[in-house]
C-alpha cells in the first residue's frame, strides 16, 4: 500500500490503492442544496477522484462546505436558511462499500440499508423552528445523523488517504 501518490500516480489512483479495496471507503456522489444562505437551489454531482473547490473570496465555497456539514449532521449557522424562505435543505448522497463504518450503525440503530450502494444524508432547516435529520428518507436525530456521517471524514476518503493526498496534490 503506498502512502500517497507517486510521482506520474494521481490522487484518484492513491485513494483506490488505500482501504478502499475492503469495502470500507465512501464517496460524495452529490450535494443539492435548497434555500441556504445565498443558493436558491443548486445540484452538484461529483465524478470520482479528486475535486478542488476554488473561487474569489466570497465566491460561496464556504456556503458549499456549510451545507455538506449541515446535511451531516453538523449543527447549523444562524443565518442558514435563505432569507425569506420557510426552510432550507442540504442532500448529500454517498456512494459507499458494503463494509462502511455507516453500515454498522445504521445496523445497530435498525435503520434500512442504503440501496444500491448509496446513502442519503439530508437536514432541513426551517425558518422559524427545529431542524430535522434523515438518513435514506428515514427520521434520525442530528446526533444519529453526525455518527453515522462521521463528521464527513469517512465518507468522503478511505481512511488514512486524506493526509497523503492533500500533501502531494
Same mark, same amino acid.
Given at each position: 500500500m503506498s502512502a500517497g501518490p507517486g510521482i506520474g500516480e494521481s490522487a484518484p489512483a492513491a485513494a483506490a490503492a488505500a482501504?478502499? %479495496?475492503?469495502?470500507a471507503f465512501g464517496r460524495l456522489a %452529490? &450535494?443539492?442544496?435548497?434555500?441556504?444562505? &445565498?443558493?436558491?437551489?443548486?445540484?452538484?454531482?461529483? /465524478?470520482?477522484?479528486?475535486?478542488?473547490l476554488?473561487?474569489?473570496?466570497? /465566491?460561496?465555497?464556504s456556503i458549499l462546505l456549510d451545507a455538506l456539514g449541515f446535511a451531516l449532521g453538523?449543527?447549523?449557522?444562524?443565518? &442558514?436558511?435563505?432569507?425569506? /424562505?420557510?426552510?432550507?435543505?442540504a442532500t448529500a448522497l454517498f456512494?459507499?462499500?458494503?463494509?462502511?463504518?455507516a453500515l454498522a450503525v445504521?445496523?445497530?440503530?435498525? &435503520?434500512?440499508? /442504503?440501496?444500491?450502494?448509496?446513502?442519503?444524508c439530508r437536514r432541513v %432547516?426551517?425558518?422559524?423552528g427545529p431542524a430535522s435529520a434523515f438518513v435514506n428518507d428515514q427520521r434520525v436525530s442530528a446526533e444519529t445523523l453526525a455518527r453515522i456521517g462521521a463528521g464527513g471524514g469517512h465518507l468522503a476518503l478511505p481512511g488514512g488517504t486524506q493526509r497523503p493526498i492533500a500533501d502531494h496534490a
Open positions: 482501504p478502499a %479495496a475492503e469495502g %452529490a &450535494l443539492e442544496i435548497r434555500s441556504i444562505v &445565498l443558493i436558491d437551489a443548486l445540484d452538484l454531482s461529483f /465524478a470520482p477522484g479528486l475535486t478542488v476554488t473561487g474569489e473570496t466570497g /465566491a460561496g465555497k453538523r449543527k447549523p449557522r444562524r443565518d &442558514l436558511v435563505l432569507a425569506g /424562505a420557510a426552510q432550507g435543505s456512494e459507499i462499500g458494503p463494509r462502511h463504518p445504521m445496523d445497530e440503530l435498525a &435503520l434500512a440499508p /442504503a440501496e444500491d450502494g448509496m446513502l442519503v %432547516a426551517r425558518a422559524d
